[in-house]
Structure formats: structure tokens, C-alpha cells
């Protein structure tokens, strides 16, 4: 229709003239870290592969295996027939690394928080959601229909006082935060935060999409010890450092019921393929049984904070802000130019004005790597303004 494209078309001009237009570029990944692109071989620096075992020989085995006995697709909602024996046990064993009584799989990370937050809050509820937390927590606060605010970013006083304020207006809270904050890799205040909502009757979901295999022995961002904390509502995702796909909620036994019964994103959609069960099951494995594995991308990530001069990260992701999106597409093709693969992050991914580079550190990054990338990102980014990092290119 002639009126839907002009909407289209003017839309997508408005983008452009921000810089802020999307194009996909075919990647290839042939490795863990290296990949293909405009037929170039470019080291990766901002897949969420942490432990690199998207490439992994077990995991690929068992995920060939899975579909060499289960076939390609679920074939079908778990509630029907797609709920393979490969569920059962992956759930098990996922409940035990969080330390909860039971589990659910969702078909993804967004997928769950879709299904989690409506789940449990309607519109007589409130949702207190961190300002920097990821856009699934968002769009399941939304599809609430309960009063959604933000709180300041761990601004534990913030949230204190919205509580005070707001909380006895409503029957039911949740407070919805990331573990691991997926574009600054800061971790959340989680012990004050937990000590917040029980106080005050709320419900807490930490999503930690970006904790599970790197912090805290694998086990995610409440079991690293500054960050300790008993946190009701454990959410997070097979699709980043376990190498896999689909999402999940760690949680006590009748709310994983619960979520069997109402989550509208778990009951109304095809099960996960049988094979990324099966791979996240050896991904799994390989974290527990190796914690020193998975403690080397901060390790990587701390080498090159030190060498750049940044704050000690705590966790594998550290963002260099630079400002305006163009000075970051800038920062990101000059990076190429050097064999670096680092996509630049623009709103509304992240706040106006902290476009950035995003740098992702994984266990397999070469030590000489780091530093030719700490040496560019040094003598380009951190001394000089936006604008110079377009005329060195
Ligand atoms: C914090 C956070 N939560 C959830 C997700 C979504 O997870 P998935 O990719 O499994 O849908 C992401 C992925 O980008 C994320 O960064």
C-alpha cells in the first residue's frame, strides 16, 4: 500500500539522518572469535560468546546427536508434543547451578521476560524496572498492564523512595533489574536490592542474560561474593555464554508452575529445537566441571581495561563511550580497518549522546590481540575527540 511505504521510507530517511539507520551484514563465524565479513577475516569483539563454545566439540556433538534422534524442530508448544526428555533434565540441572528448587525454558531470553512479568502482575500491580535494563524486561513490564516506573540506574535510594511512595497503592510489585548490565557490564547493588524488595513486599527478577558462565563461578552475578544475594526471581539466557539458544527463570517450585500455567510466551509458542537442549546440557557441563575456564574473559577483559586505563570491569564487557552515533560507527570502521570486528551501539539501545563501542571479552582472545586493540582503541578513542577518529580514517 502506497501509504505504508511512504510511512516506511520516511521513517527509515528520519534514521538515516541520525545515523542511526540498521543494515545486517552477512557474517560468518568461523570460529569462536574469528569471523567473515565482506570477505575479510576480522577477530570478534563484541559476540556475547563468552567461553566460545558456539564452536565447541562437545556441544556441537551433542547438539548433532540431539538432532539425529529428536529431528530438526519441537514440532510443537511443550504443551502438546514438543516437550522432548532433553527438557527435563536441562531444567534439573539448571535449577541446581542457581541454587532454586525448580526451573523453566522458555524459547528465549526475550521470550521469558515477555512471559515472566505478566505472569505475575496485572494492571492493578506495579513494575519497578532499572532505567538501563534490557529492553525484554521493558517489553514484559508493558505487556503487564501494571504502572511501570523506572528507578535511576542502582540507585538503590531511588527505588527506596518510589517504593515508599508507590508500593502500598498496589497489590502486587515487582522490581525487574539485570544481573550483569548488558551494554555498561557493571553488575546491580543485588543484596541491597533483594533486602529492598523483601522489605517492602515486592518480588525481585534479575535478569542475568550476562552472568550466567562468567561471574561467580559460572554461576552468574548473585553468587559473585560482593554481589551475593537471594534473589526470588532467577532469569537468564542459554544464548550467550553458554553457546546455545533459548532463555530461562530459576525460581521456587510453585512459581515455575505458575509460569507453566500463565506465561502466555512459554504455552502459545513452538518448544525450543531438541538440539539446543542438548547443547546448553554439554555447555553446562564444560562450566561446572572448568570454573577456571569460565573465569577468563574478565581476566581478559581486566588486562585490557589496565592497559587502556579504564576502571577495572566487572564483568567480560567494557564500553568505551564516545558520544554521538556517528562518532561511534567512526570508532568502529577504524577498528576494522585493523582486522577488529566491534559494532557500534546506538539509541535506543543505549541513552542519546553514549553511543559507544561495545567491547566483548571471550576465553580464546589472543593476549597479543588485547593489546594491539587496547594500543588503537588508546591512541584513538580515549585522548582524542569524535570528530578525530573520523579524520583518521
Ligand atoms: C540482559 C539481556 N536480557 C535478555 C536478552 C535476550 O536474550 P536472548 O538473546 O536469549 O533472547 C539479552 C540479549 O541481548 C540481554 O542482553
Same mark, same amino acid.
Not at 512479568?117 to 532499572?130: R, T, Y
Given at each position: ?42 577477530? =570478534? ?59 523453566c525454558v522458555f ?38 498492564h501494571a504502572t ?9 535510594? %531511588? ?10 497503592? %498496589? ?6 533489574? @539485570? ?6 557490564? @557493571? ?85 525450543? !529445537? ?10 553446562? @557441563? ?27 570491569? &566487572? =564483568? ?11 562518532? &561511534? ?18 539509541? !535506543? ?15 580464546? %582472545? ?24 573520523? &579524520?583518521?580514517q
Open positions: 500500500m502506497r501509504s505504508l511505504d511512504e510511512f516506511a521510507t520516511a521513517k527509515l530517511a528520519e534514521l538515516e539522518r541520525g545515523s542511526l539507520r540498521r543494515t545486517l551484514a552477512d557474517t560468518t563465524r568461523v570460529t569462536g572469535i574469528w569471523t567473515l565479513r565482506n570477505g575479510r577475516r576480522l577477530l =570478534s569483539f563484541c559476540c556475547n560468546d563468552y567461553l566460545n563454545l558456539t564452536h565447541h566439540p562437545a556441544v556441537k556433538d551433542a547438539a548433532s546427536e540431539a538432532l539425529q534422534i529428536y529431528g530438526v524442530g519441537a514440532g510443537a508448544s511443550r504443551f502438546v508434543t514438543g516437550n522432548h526428555p532433553l527438557y527435563a533434565e536441562l531444567e534439573a540441572r539448571l535449577a541446581r547451578w542457581k541454587d532454586t528448587e525448580a526451573a524459547g528465549s531470553g526475550y521470550l521469558a521476560n515477555l512471559g515472566i512479568i505478566p505472569a505475575l502482575v496485572g494492571e492493578d500491580d506495579l513494575v519497578l524496572v532499572d532505567e538501563l535494563a534490557h529492553a525484554c524486561l521493558w517489553g514484559g513490564a508493558r505487556l503487564s511501570v516506573t523506572s528507578f535511576r540506574h542502582s540507585d538503590v535510594g %531511588h527505588l527506596e523512595a518510589l517504593l515508599k511512595q508507590q508500593r502500598r497503592r %498496589h497489590p502486587r510489585a515487582v522490581i525487574a533489574t @539485570d544481573g550483569v548490565f548488558s551494554m555498561d557490564g @557493571d553488575i546491580a547493588p543485588l543484596p541491597a536490592l533483594a533486602e529492598l524488595a523483601l522489605r517492602h513486599d515486592a518480588w525481585l527478577l534479575c535478569d542475568d542474560a550476562h552472568g550466567l558462565g562468567v561471574v561467580g563461578g559460572g554461576r552468574g552475578a548473585n553468587f559473585v561474593e560482593a554481589t551475593k544475594a537471594d534473589i526470588t526471581l532467577q532469569m537468564g539466557t542459554l544464548s550467550k555464554a553458554l553457546g546455545a539458544y533459548g532463555g530461562y527463570l530459576c525460581a521456587s517450585a510453585p512459581v515455575i508452575d505458575l509460569m507453566r500455567n500463565r506465561a502466555r510466551s512459554l504455552i502459545y509458542t513452538t518448544g525450543l !529445537p531438541p538440539a539446543m537442549v542438548a547443547a546448553a546440557l554439554a555447555a553446562l @557441563d564444560l562450566i561446572e566441571r572448568d570454573p577456571a575456564y569460565s573465569a577468563r574473559p574478565v581476566e581478559k577483559a581486566k588486562a585490557f581495561a589496565r592497559q587502556v586505563g579504564l576502571p577495572e570491569p &566487572a =564483568s567480560p564487557i567494557v564500553p568505551i563511550v564516545l558520544g554521538e552515533a556517528e562518532a &561511534a560507527l567512526a570508532a568502529a570502521r577504524l577498528l576494522e580497518e585493523h582486522g577488529f570486528l566491534v559494532t557500534a551501539i546506538r539509541p !535506543p539501545t543505549v541513552p542519546r549522546g553514549t553511543a559507544r563501542l561495545r567491547l566483548t571479552f571471550t576465553a580464546q %582472545h589472543p593476549d597479543g590481540e588485547i593489546e594491539r586493540l587496547a594500543e588503537l582503541v588508546r591512541a584513538h578513542m580515549l585522548t582524542q575527540s569524535p570528530a578525530s577518529v573520523a &579524520a583518521a
